[in-house]
């Protein structure tokens, strides 16, 4: 087989890893230790649910609207049956394939830059933030594979309250200092899109068989990160050389100094830092916007419970 046949998505589909979860969930870390693995094509947040999932309402409605906790959505949902929108439900059949055929052309392009002398079919590994559209990535590719990574919502939220912060990493990226008055409200926010986000992972998980998918939980992750790693491998196939010496080269505790603290990308690492991060009434706030996907998705105090699925 040609070097570009091994190379063609729409041949190797079942080749396709996402990961899927909510952002500050570790998944950069994951990532870096997969592209270490032989014929792993790393695909480092190419935001492709941002472009198709617009969040709707916009962020302002959480300070500005007169209920707390606005219903989120997207566009994608609320315009699919208007026959003039561009992904209109009706009209799939002619938007669907060649939407599928824009994302494997650009996924093969970093393939082509990634994989120097390796000789086999590789493996794209897609981070991609945007899972709020996780079901639509899932169904446009069905036989892609995919890994959940799933961490406790509050822990998510507090890393993200965190970069919202005067010198934070996340401020050339668009996020701002936030003000005092501010804080509530954007928790809600954030916990908002970490439940809908979660949600959406969840029904993306549960349409693939056990063979398609693993459930990964940061937690676990960061206790017993080679484990981790060979549990992804073992299912999708992927050659495990030397998961632990990985782990331990990516481990937190060997960042250098610079490269990690309350204002790098690496923060905390610290499971359950939100209880001193977080004020009662931020808590209160947390809580009551996101408590019943984390229940759902076990979440407790003070155990984690195991997802069942």
């Not at 549960?206 to 676990?220: M, N, Q, T």
Request: hydrophobic fraction near 40%.
């Amino acid at each position: 087989m040609s070097d570009d046949a091994r190379r063609r998505l729409e041949q190797h589909e079942d080749r396709l890893v996402w990961i899927f979860g909510s952002s500050r969930s570790g998944s950069t870390w994951l990532l870096r230790m997969l592209s270490e693995l032989a014929g792993v094509v790393p695909i480092d947040d190419p935001h492709i649910g941002h472009h198709l999932g617009v969040w709707r309402p916009i962020p302002l409605a959480w300070a500005a609207s007169e209920d707390d906790s606005p219903e989120l959505t997207t566009l994608l949902e609320l315009k699919r049956e208007e026959p003039g929108y561009f992904f209109a439900e009706q009209h799939r059949e002619s938007w669907w394939q060649p939407l599928r055929s824009l994302i494997q052309a650009r996924f093969e392009a970093q393939a082509e830059e990634s994989l120097g002398d390796f000789e086999g079919t590789p493996t794209w590994v897609v981070k991609e933030p945007g899972s709020h559209v996780a079901p639509m990535l899932a169904d446009l590719f069905p036989r892609s594979k995919l890994v959940f990574l799933l961490r406790d919502g509050r822990d998510v939220v507090d890393s993200w309250l965190a970069a919202y912060r005067e010198g934070s990493w996340a401020i050339p990226g668009g996020a701002f200092p936030v003000a005092p008055e501010g804080r509530v409200p954007l928790i809600r926010w954030l916990a908002s899109v970490w439940a809908y986000r979660t949600e959406a992972a969840l029904e993306a998980f549960r349409s693939r068989g056990p063979e398609d998918r693993v459930l990964i939980r940061y937690e676990d992750l960061r206790e017993r990160p080679a484990a981790g790693l060979e549990r992804i491998c073992s299912t999708f196939d992927i050659e495990p050389a030397s998961a632990a010496e990985i782990a331990l080269r990516h481990s937190f505790e060997r960042l250098p100094d610079d490269s990690r603290g309350p204002l790098r990308e690496a923060r905390a690492a610290s499971p359950g830092s939100w209880r001193d991060s977080l004020s009662a009434e931020e808590q209160a706030a947390l809580h009551e916007t996101l408590g019943e996907t984390l229940s759902r998705v076990g979440y407790r105090e003070p155990d984690v419970a195991s997802l069942a699925v």
